[in-house]
Every structure is written in C-alpha cells, then in structure tokens.
Nanobody
Framework: VQLVESGGGLVQAGGSLRLSCAASGVSTSAMGWFRQVPGKEREFVAAIRQIGGNTYYAGSVKGRFTISRDNAKNTVYLQMNSLKPEDTAVYYC??????????????WGQGTQVTVSS
C-alpha cells in the first residue's frame, strides 16, 4: 500500500496550489486530506467517495478548497485557492472507508509541506 503526495510548496497569501495523491496497492471506498501543524492534532480537511464522488469539507476550507479524483489514475487532488497563512501545515493524503475517512483513515501518505506567506 502506498499513498504518495506531491504538489506542496511555498505560496503567497491569496495564491493557489494543487496537491496530488497517487495511490497504489489500495482499494478503499473513500480518500481524503488531513493537515497538521507542530504541536496540534492532525485535522480533517476534505474527503471524497470513490464511487459517486460525494465530497465533504471542513468548515475552515469550504468554498476555497476542492477535492477531486481520477479513478483511472487512482489519484486524488486537492485544489487550494485563496490560501491563508493559517493554511500552513503538512498535508497528508489518507484512504479508508466512507464512514471513517474523516476520523480514522486506514492508510496514510508521508505528507507534503504547504507554506503560505503573508
């Protein structure tokens, strides 16, 4: 099982980034993104059902972030617009069941750093 994130980096406030997560050896009903800053718990950002494409967002990112997937490539994306300094974190890709994806994913990626400068 492997989840490999890419696309992180440094961006100015108000800018955009797109994260990608390529999955291999894993077949779950949902995938998602979490983020974590030092000293704080990892928090849910967004999730998407593999079948049907229903999406779910944390209130802090709703309207700014968009999660999508390409099932043929087994890849999930997180388009982040109107970025704020408080979005700075390590972003982790996750996979698991639809019922648990926002709280207890089964699989995790290694994380990618997103830094938003003011």
């Amino acid at each position: 099982v492997q989840l490999v994130e890419s696309g992180g980096g440094l961006v100015q406030a108000g800018g955009s980034l797109r994260l990608s997560c390529a999955a291999s050896g894993v077949s779950t009903s949902a995938m998602g993104w979490f983020r974590q800053v030092p000293g704080k718990e990892r928090e849910f950002v967004a999730a998407i059902r593999q079948i049907g494409g229903n999406t779910y967002y944390a209130g802090s990112v709703k309207g700014r972030f968009t999660i999508s997937r390409d099932n043929a490539k087994n890849t999930v994306y997180l388009q982040m617009n109107s970025l704020k300094p408080e979005d700075t974190a390590v972003y982790y890709c996750a996979a698991g069941s639809v019922s648990m994806i926002a709280t207890s994913p089964v699989f995790w990626g290694q994380g990618t750093q997103v830094t938003v400068s003011s």
